[in-house]
């Protein structure tokens, strides 16, 4: 899903307060060779989640099998 960004970006295009679709970022919590996560907070659902934003369109793909195994965990 391609997403509009607003100013005040780090180097993947978000910044502390700003949003990505539907999240509001609150911080950076970690960084790896393919993604960086935030904690955001969902404005519909009103919770706090994690928000994985990919760094390269080659490891979508790798992410949805990642998601698809983490789900079979119990």
Do not use: C, N, P
Not at 27 to 54: F, N, Q
Not at 57 to 73: D, G, K, N, P
């Amino acid at each position: 899903m391609a997403t509009a960004l607003t100013e005040g970006r780090d180097s993947l295009g978000v910044a502390d307060g700003r949003r990505i679709a539907k999240y509001a970022l609150r911080r950076e919590v970690g960084r790896g060779g393919t993604a960086v996560v935030y904690e955001a907070e969902d404005l519909e659902l009103r919770r706090r989640v994690a928000l994985k934003v990919i760094r390269e369109t080659e490891w979508v793909e790798r992410f949805h099998r990642e998601a698809r195994i983490a789900a079979q965990l119990r």
